[in-house]
């Protein structure tokens, strides 16, 4: 039969960037180092959904502190 895709485990994500109709994580694989980070589109990360909204509470959380809330432009 046909080899299953093993599902990696996300340890974390550690960024997100928006482009116009859709957003993407980039994702810390559980046992690999930061240069393995990969950008996953947020539609695949389905089954991942309490890690990315753990992230956003942090990523709010984190603006929220900052005093330096503005958005930088690209």
Not at 19 to 37: C, F, L, P, T, V
Not at 39 to 65: F, M, R, S
Request: without cysteine; proline residues 3%; charged residues 50%.
């Amino acid at each position: 039969g046909k080899e299953e895709a093993p599902e990696y485990e996300i340890e974390k994500i550690v960024a997100h960037r928006d482009s116009e109709e859709d957003r993407e994580y980039k994702i810390r694989w559980k046992g690999y180092k930061s240069k393995d980070d990969t950008w996953t589109h947020e539609d695949d990360l389905t089954n991942a959904l309490e890690t990315v909204e753990k992230y956003l509470d942090q990523v709010k959380t984190k603006e929220a502190k900052s005093p330096k809330a503005k958005r930088k432009s690209k």
